[in-house]
Every structure is written in C-alpha cells, then in structure tokens.
C-alpha cells in the first residue's frame, strides 16, 4: 500500500509559478509510474503530467505542455510538478497519483491509477 502526500500548492497570480511535492512512502518508489492529475469545480477530473519509473520519459497535457515540468528523485521518494506561466484556467484541486508498472504509455486516463494522494489546491487570480 502506497501512501502519497502533496504539498505546495496556494494562491498566486496569473503569471507566477508554483512547485507542488509530493512524498511517497510504503511501497518501492521506483516500481511506479507517478502522475499528476487535476479537478477543477463542475469538471472531471483530468491528466495533467506523469513521469515514468526511471524519470527518464515524461508526457503531459497538451495544456500544460511548455508551461509545466514533472520530474521525480526517486532517492527522496518524491516527485514534484513544477508549474510556470499560470492561467486563471489552471485553478483545480491537483492530485498526486501512482501506478504500479515500469512500462512506458500515456497513462492519461485517471483510472489507469492504483493509489491516489488527498490533493492540494491551486488558484490561480487573474
């Protein structure tokens, strides 16, 4: 069982930057895919980034893409979401997820992952 923990989000303006964090613990960090994914109020929930095993291949949203950058340090047992160039559309409960695989595909689908962290919150003013 694996428990995750993510920090870092908050209020910042459009424009600004933010890292969000998030701590794994109970389970060997390098057998999972680690991703990313995000609600906004009234809306599914959405892929935003994931990082393979390794760190080595990482994939994201087209939304995001050029703007946000996931990567992991797996001696940590942490993988972070570095966020820049924030849009008031951004502002969404993110959550951490992980699923347990070394392979490398897309893994877009929300439901693709096996644990999930509490979320934390972005927002984002204009």
């Known amino acids: 069982q694996v428990q995750l923990v993510e920090s870092g989000g908050g209020l910042v303006q459009a424009g600004g930057s933010l890292r969000l964090s998030c701590a794994a613990s109970?389970?060997?960090?390098?057998?999972?895919?680690m991703g990313w994914l995000r609600q906004a109020p009234g809306k599914e929930r959405e892929f935003v980034a994931r990082i393979s095993w390794s760190g080595g291949d990482t994939y994201a949203a087209d939304s995001v893409k050029g703007r946000f950058t996931i990567h992991r340090v797996n001696a940590k047992n942490t993988v972070y979401l570095q966020m820049n160039s924030l849009k008031p559309e951004d502002t969404a409960v993110y959550y951490c997820a992980a699923k347990r695989t070394r392979e490398l595909a897309a893994f877009a689908d929300p439901g693709l992952y096996d644990y999930w962290g509490q979320g934390t919150q972005v927002t984002i003013s204009s």
């Open positions: 109970g389970g060997t960090f390098s057998s999972y895919v």
